[in-house]
């Protein structure tokens, strides 16, 4: 099945500093790519929904400049944490659409684990 | 609104068969999904069903669909120490957006 691949899987950074956190489909094209965040033992809460070549949909209550979406190409989105706080620590996964959708085109990452000191 | 809802905890003997429940609320859902997501992983598309089928079947997973109650259940057969890990179900919403339930943790006792 199509991969979609996380980097880096785990980061620990002092506080006030920024991550990138980047998402790639690795044999497909993802025209549409989501991005989540998952806290301890909690649910996926979608953060915004990333478009090729266009500006991310961000989720109320999400920070649109706080968490920077960049969709530049179509098999490759990063997610930046800015000025980085304890709080922003979490597991963030991203999911890329390939295509108009159906079932079973969505693929996840492997998630990338943030810890802010 | 826009909860779907889980058991938080299951918990089986091996070899046992374990269901987990999941109401959703959009009935204009075309798929709904099951996900595992095992400690410190991503997650890992488990099974989906489309709203006008009533039951699939894979192997030893068997997702029953009611939609009049919007009631998702996921029952693993001969369920294994292996199957231990988080379950998701979730609802497609317009654009692709998935909404997830809280997880439900399985845990299988030898």
């Known amino acids: 099945g199509a991969v979609v691949s996380q980097h880096p899987s785990r980061v620990i950074c002092k506080s006030g500093t920024s991550v990138k956190i980047e998402c790639r489909s690795l044999?497909?094209?993802?025209?549409?790519m989501f991005w989540y965040r998952q806290f301890p033992k909690k649910s996926l809460m979608l953060m915004a929904t990333?478009?090729?070549?266009?500006?991310?949909?961000?989720e109320q209550g999400v920070e649109k400049d706080k968490f920077l979406i960049n969709h530049a190409s179509l098999t490759l989105s990063t997610l930046t944490v800015t000025s980085a706080h304890p709080e922003d620590s979490s597991f963030y996964i991203c999911?890329?659409?390939?295509?108009?959708?159906?079932?079973?085109?969505?693929?996840f990452g492997e998630g990338s684990r943030l810890t802010v000191l | 609104g826009e909860d779907v809802e889980q058991s938080l905890f299951l918990s089986v003997r091996e070899g046992d068969s374990s269901v987990i429940n999941c109401t959703y609320t959009d009935s204009s859902s075309t798929y709904l999904y099951w996900y595992k997501q095992e400690p410190g992983a991503g997650l890992q598309l488990l099974t989906y069903i489309f709203s006008n089928m009533d039951m699939k079947q894979d192997q030893r997973l068997t997702v029953l669909l009611n939609k009049k109650d919007k009631h998702l259940s996921l029952r693993i057969a001969d369920t294994q120490t292996g199957d231990s890990a988080i379950y998701f179900c979730?609802?497609?919403?317009?654009?692709?957006?998935?909404?997830f339930g809280q997880g439900t943790e399985l845990s299988v006792k030898p």
């Open positions: 979730a609802e497609i919403h317009q654009g692709g957006k998935l909404i």
């Open positions: 044999d497909f094209q993802a025209t549409t």
């Open positions: 990333s478009n090729e070549g266009s500006k991310a949909t961000y």
């Open positions: 999911s890329a659409k390939q295509g108009a959708m159906q079932a079973g085109e969505l693929f």
